[in-house]
């Protein structure tokens, strides 16, 4: 049994999830929360529930998707697990929180990342995340899916009859075509698909219905 709790942060309303098992070990994906208070309601969630915290996991390294990596290792000892493809957005995280205009001088520092681009899976409690890689948002992009559980967590590949954008650097709409239709759409249509912004679909809807792919 799987709980997956998701929370929505920031001005760009990110999704952030926090994923645990019967054994209470959790992985934290996408730490996107920009304040304290935002990073207060994960942090009670995760210890209301006696959760133990052993990977935080990115999708890709851009901005919103990586602001409140600082407070989970401030509070929890975890570095990032991603993609080192993506260094660049990662090392001009303040850069992009300037130019929205956004805080970022009482943020946490940002902790090192640790490259598992080259992993199958990634495990907790007695559950696996597949590691898929689906470059074309961001050359680092990654999906996991817990395939016991039927469910994707796409990042900002794959929304809603939607597609990640692919005009920021290192995007590439070729590429992330490629990515949905060789990677994710040839898993199970049922697939429950948790987005990096914005609704869930499935994997069934968006074969019949997004109009990119």
């Not at 509070?75 to 493809?85: F, K, T, V």
């Not at 597949?130 to 900002?156: N, R, S, W």
């Not at 697939?191 to 499935?202: A, D, K, R």
Request: proline residues 5%; negative net charge.
């Amino acid at each position: 049994m799987v709980d997956i709790k998701q929370f929505t942060v920031n001005p760009l309303q990110e999704n952030c999830y926090v994923v645990s098992d019967d054994t209470c070990e959790a992985c934290i994906i996408d730490p996107g929360c920009i304040s304290e208070d935002e990073w207060h309601a994960i942090k009670t969630y995760i210890d209301g529930n006696g959760l133990h915290l052993v990977h935080m996991l990115c999708t890709h390294l851009h901005f919103d998707h990586i602001m409140g990596c600082g407070f989970v290792a401030r509070d929890y000892g975890l570095d990032i697990e991603g993609n080192m493809a993506d260094m660049g957005q990662y090392q001009q995280r303040d850069i992009y929180l300037d130019a929205f205009g956004l805080p970022h001088e009482s943020m946490p520092p940002l902790p090192k990342v640790h490259d598992i681009s080259s992993q199958d899976t990634v495990s907790f409690g007695t559950h696996q995340l597949k590691i898929i890689l689906t470059p074309g948002h961001t050359q680092g992009g990654m999906c996991f899916y817990l395939a016991d559980e039927g469910v994707l967590f796409a990042g900002d590949t794959l929304f809603q009859a939607s597609i990640g954008r692919t005009d920021m650097a290192g995007g590439d709409y070729t590429q992330i075509i490629r990515s949905i239709r060789t990677q994710l759409l040839k898993l199970p249509a049922s697939t429950h698909v948790l987005t990096g912004h914005g609704p869930s679909t499935t994997i069934d809807y968006e074969q019949k219905f997004n109009p990119y792919i």
